[in-house]
Each structure stands twice: as C-alpha cells, then as structure tokens.
C-alpha cells in the first residue's frame, strides 16, 4: 500500500473543486446583475407610485372641489 494518494484521485478532487468554485463565481454574478437590475425596478416603481400618488392627490381635489360648487349651486336654487 502506498503512503501517498493516488495523484490521479487528487487531480479528480481538485477539478471538482475547480468546477464547483468556477460555478460559484458564475453564480455570483449572475445575482449580481439580478439584485442590479431588481434595484433599477424597484427605484422606477418608486417614482411611478409617487407620480400615481400626486394624480390621485390632484383627481381628489379636483372632486372635492367639484363637490363644493354643487353644493354651492343647491344652496342658491
């Protein structure tokens, strides 16, 4: 029996390993693009909900008063 592993075992081991890390660092940028890119929409959702919100302020107002004039003209009939 030989004191030393079989340097082809080793090998084996140690492409394995390679492959695995190399697979992880794919992994890991294409995450990386993935958060990058989550952000990006989420930061346009943002400014499309504050816009949304400003409309929908605007619109209320417009109602309200639309509402008071109404009620103004009932008033004088």
Same mark, same amino acid.
């Given at each position: &029996?030989?004191?030393?592993?079989?340097?082809?075992?080793? =090998? @084996?081991?140690?492409?394995?390993? $390679? $492959? @695995?890390?190399? +697979?992880?660092? #794919?992994?890991? +940028?294409?995450?990386? /693009? $993935?958060?990058?890119?989550?952000? +990006? @929409? =989420? #930061?346009?959702? =943002? /400014? /499309?909900?504050?816009?949304? &919100? /400003?409309?929908?302020?605007?619109?209320?107002?417009?109602?309200? +008063?639309?509402?008071?004039?109404?009620?103004?003209? $009932?008033?004088?009939?």
């Amino acid at each position: &029996m030989s004191k030393h592993p079989d340097k082809n075992s080793s =090998q @084996q081991a140690f492409d394995i390993l $390679e $492959e @695995q890390i190399k +697979a992880l660092i #794919e992994t890991c +940028a294409y995450l990386k /693009e $993935e958060n990058r890119l989550l952000r +990006a @929409q =989420q #930061e346009r959702l =943002q /400014e /499309e909900r504050l816009t949304l &919100m /400003e409309k929908n302020q605007t619109a209320r107002s417009r109602v309200g +008063a639309i509402i008071t004039r109404l009620k103004s003209l $009932e008033a004088n009939t």
